[in-house]
């Protein structure tokens, strides 16, 4: 994963979890990084401390937020182009004097990418819990997602409102609409595709002023999917979810130029149970 002279005029930006760093480099997630050669990857499920990171991304500018509980979560931005400053996290978006806990670490992480011409980006990877597989048996998961939904919430009312193009984007664990999932008849009742949690996406785009490029770019649907079990024949099936996203505020939005799912050619192929979204923008 060599050097190489960023792009003066368009910038690429790509999301993937990557299902475990680790297991991402065993199968080939550095051969697709030559490949494809983003200036910006933003990375969720992580599951790795900083030194693993940074030996994989050497040369890279790297911003890590690993999760409290070894093995889970971590999110991670590796940047081409300088990065001015990191925050990480959403503590500061939660109940007053309330401490982050636990469940929330390694899921928010934000860098201040410096651009050719002296501008920032301000870029965020987020990962959004799954929540509970029986939402009614285990209600407790849910009530976590939803609390942090509350703080993701608040803190795209800033982003969007700012005059600095922001991006946010990751795995959100939330299929917006039918078109969103294959199978989506058999999965009203189910995390993911709640009409709870799907109201979070509305008041994004609808209230704060978010773009989802993947779907603005992508056509009316059905997919493009990007995540599919690794179990059973889904992938071959293209039975899937869009829960991968790049979120762009109104300053970002009419940057965007191509974005596209980067989906394995074949289920041997892949190096993670989930697809990258990349995107072109023109800045």
């Known amino acids: ?8 005029s368009q910038l690429v930006v790509a ?9 991402a480099l065993r199968r080939g997630i550095g051969q697709w990084l030559d490949g494809r050669a983003p200036d910006i990857l933003l990375m969720q499920e992580v599951r790795a401390p900083d ?6 991304f050497e040369g ?35 109940p007053q004097g309330e ?8 899921r928010w992480v934000e860098a201040d990418v410096e651009l050719p011409d002296g501008g920032l980006l301000t870029v965020v990877s987020a990962y959004i819990h799954s929540g509970s597989t029986w ?7 849910m009530i976590e997602k939803y609390a942090y939904l509350d703080k993701v919430t608040s803190r795209l009312a800033q982003l969007g409102a700012a005059p600095t193009p922001a991006l946010v984007a990751g795995d959100l664990n939330i299929a917006h609409h039918n078109v969103d999932i294959a199978n989506w008849k058999g999965n009203l009742k189910s995390a993911g ?10 008041r994004w785009f609808d209230e704060l002023g978010w773009s989802d490029l993947g779907r603005a770019h992508g056509g009316e649907g059905p997919g493009p999917y990007t995540w599919w079990s690794w179990r059973g024949q889904a992938f071959v099936n293209d039975k899937g979810w869009r829960i991968d996203y790049q979120l762009a505020n109104p300053t970002l939005a009419p940057h965007a130029v191509k974005v596209e799912v980067d ?9 993670s149970d989930h697809a990258p979204v990349i995107a072109t923008y023109d800045l």
Do not use: C
């Open 1 to 8: 994963m060599g050097g190489r002279i960023p792009r003066v």
């Open 15 to 23: 999301t993937a979890n990557v299902n475990g760093i680790r297991a």
């Open 51 to 56: 030194n693993v990171l940074n030996e994989a």
């Open 60 to 94: 890279w500018h790297v911003a890590h937020q690993a999760s409290d509980i070894k093995g889970r979560a971590g999110v991670a931005v590796a940047s081409r182009l300088p990065v001015r400053s990191v925050r990480v996290g959403l503590a500061a978006h939660g």
């Open 99 to 106: 401490p982050e806990p636990a469940v929330d670490t390694g």
């Open 135 to 141: 939402p009614e048996d285990n209600p407790v998961k």
């Open 193 to 202: 595709f709640l009409p709870q949690e799907r109201a979070y996406l509305d």
């Open 263 to 271: 989906r394995a050619a074949s289920y041997e192929e892949r190096w």
